[in-house]
């Protein structure tokens, strides 16, 4: 089959026939190792070439780039509006009744420096340069990392950017870049993570859970120790059926939630952030500490998975090992302290 200009339809292209075959946008990371004489036996259905191209390769035309980019600010606000209202609601109520029942004044002012910290990181992650491969830089990034021939192949080559894709990056559709040691793209800071904010963006993570964990540390204290005043810990209530009983729990936050609606409800959703923020920055951590980004272990859970394809029996498994580790200290000043070329020349 020709396409009408008589050229050969993009589905037998190779690199594109890998691109379907994994599903990915990104040509560093398909089976590399898939011979054309292989890809040819899968015996694709005969369609528009036209059609595939806008489906297939996932290129987000310039509105949908701007929807993407609008909806990233969105989130932003969001954010931004999220932080209003609870602090606006610690500082109108938690704080004033804290500071009447004598709170330690440190105590009360940790969530602000936690704030005006995790505020500071924002600001740095979501204007800093992640680490842009472009047209100047391409060939010393290129030297950076080793390519490990199963998720990232030497020589190809970005359609969009026209740069040689470095080891670990990838091409970001929303920011319309190639990103060096790319990790993910943020809707919250609306920015790309990758080599050169990857720091800023684990401190962003730290300090956010430990604002929402001091939050709710200061608000249960005080709606503890309201309980203890009241003296509502030890006393009874007539149920239903007029008989006396001693007060549980439930009884205890419905009473809580009663008297005071939105501290209850603002405590409700900081523990619920709280938990949320900390598993995601443990995820983090642990990306961090074996020097992985959040794009490489979302593709090695897919070469893992399926590690032999139906078509070839006998093909040799596909087998991804992380080459980048250095063991958990240098794997951690890694993050904070992108390589360079000179280094890593250092150690070769
Ligand atoms: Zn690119
Ligand atoms: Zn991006």
């Not at 008589?6 to 898939?34: E, M, N």
Request: hydrophobic fraction near 40%.
């Amino acid at each position: 089959m020709s396409c009408p200009d008589g050229s050969s339809p993009k589905w037998q292209d190779d690199a594109f026939q890998r691109r379907v075959w994994t599903g990915s946008t990104d040509a560093q990371g398909d089976l590399g190792h898939i011979s054309p004489e292989h890809l040819q036996e899968l015996s694709l259905p005969e369609v528009n070439p036209a059609s595939w191209r806008a489906q297939c390769t996932r290129m987000p035309s310039p509105s949908c780039a701007a929807q993407m980019t609008s909806l990233s600010c969105l989130f932003v606000v969001l954010h931004a509006a999220l932080q209003a209202a609870v602090f606006g609601e610690y500082t109108w109520e938690v704080f004033v009744y804290c500071w009447e029942l004598q709170f330690h004044l440190l105590l009360l002012l940790l969530p602000y420096l936690l704030l005006a910290g995790n505020l500071g990181c924002f600001l740095l992650c979501s204007r800093a340069n992640p680490g842009t491969v472009t047209k100047s830089n391409a060939a010393s990034l290129v030297k950076v990392y080793a390519y490990d021939g199963v998720m990232f192949q030497k020589g190809l080559v970005c359609p969009t950017c026209s740069v040689e894709k470095p080891a670990r990056s990838k091409h970001c559709s929303v920011c319309r870049m190639c990103v060096h040691r790319f990790d993910h793209h943020c809707v919250w800071v609306n920015n790309c993570i990758g080599a050169c904010n990857a720091g800023v963006f684990l401190l962003y993570l730290l300090s956010l859970t430990a604002t929402a964990g001091a939050v709710a540390a200061v608000t249960a204290a005080l709606l503890l120790q309201l309980l203890q005043l009241s003296n509502l810990l030890h006393g009874t209530y007539l149920d239903a059926q007029g008989q006396e009983q001693p007060v549980d729990i439930p009884v205890l936050v419905q009473h809580l939630f009663l008297t005071f609606p939105r501290i209850v409800f603002m405590l409700g959703f900081v523990i619920l952030l709280t938990l949320v923020l900390g598993g995601y920055c443990s995820f983090s951590l642990y990306l961090a500490l074996t020097n992985q980004t959040t794009n490489e272990w979302c593709k090695s859970r897919r070469f893992g998975g399926s590690p032999r394809l139906p078509s070839q029996p006998h093909a040799r498994p596909l087998v991804y090992k992380n080459i980048y580790s250095k063991g958990i200290w240098r794997n951690l000043k890694e993050v904070f302290n992108p390589p360079t070329v000179s280094e890593r020349k250092k150690k070769t």
